[in-house]
Nanobody
Framework: EVQLVESGGGMVQAGGSLRLSCAAS????????IGWFRQAPGKEREGVSC????????FYRDSVKGRFTISSDNSKNTVYLQMNSLKPEDTAVYYC???????????????????????WGQGTQVTVSS
């Protein structure tokens, strides 16, 4: 069974950095995506970034491009979200999720932060103060 466990959340001042980790286990497919999502109080959940584990291809929402970096350490079965230049509007509960059937075309795989994901972690709180 797929399990996802997030860690690394906390409180930081605007302009600071945090690194979130998602420890993933239990996969039986070679090609899958890990995505980071967030949900702020009173707002809908939104996708932040994703990565295809088998080839490292990534995607970011516009508001985090240049500030956030997603990466994976396959030897540790862990996906990271490095968040720099944090803003108060980044405050949210952050979740990692797994998509075991990512989009593919002519042998290449693509992750998406708008499609449904199959498995979810429990979330970690990120609070950015002004």
């Amino acid at each position: 069974e797929v399990q996802l466990v997030e860690s690394g959340g906390g409180m930081v001042q605007a302009g600071g950095s945090l690194r979130l980790s998602c420890a993933a286990s239990g996969f039986t497919v070679e090609h899958y995506a890990i995505g980071w999502f967030r949900q702020a109080p009173g707002k809908e959940r939104e996708g932040v970034s994703c990565i295809i584990i088998s080839d490292g291809s990534t995607f970011y929402r516009d508001s985090v491009k240049g500030r956030f970096t997603i990466s994976s350490d396959n030897s540790k079965n862990t996906v990271y979200l490095q968040m720099n230049s944090l803003k108060p509007e980044d405050t949210a509960v952050y979740y990692c999720a797994a998509d075991v059937n990512p989009m593919h075309y002519e042998g290449s795989y693509y992750c998406s932060i708008t499609k449904s994901y199959n498995y979810w972690g429990q979330g970690t709180q990120v609070t950015v103060s002004s």
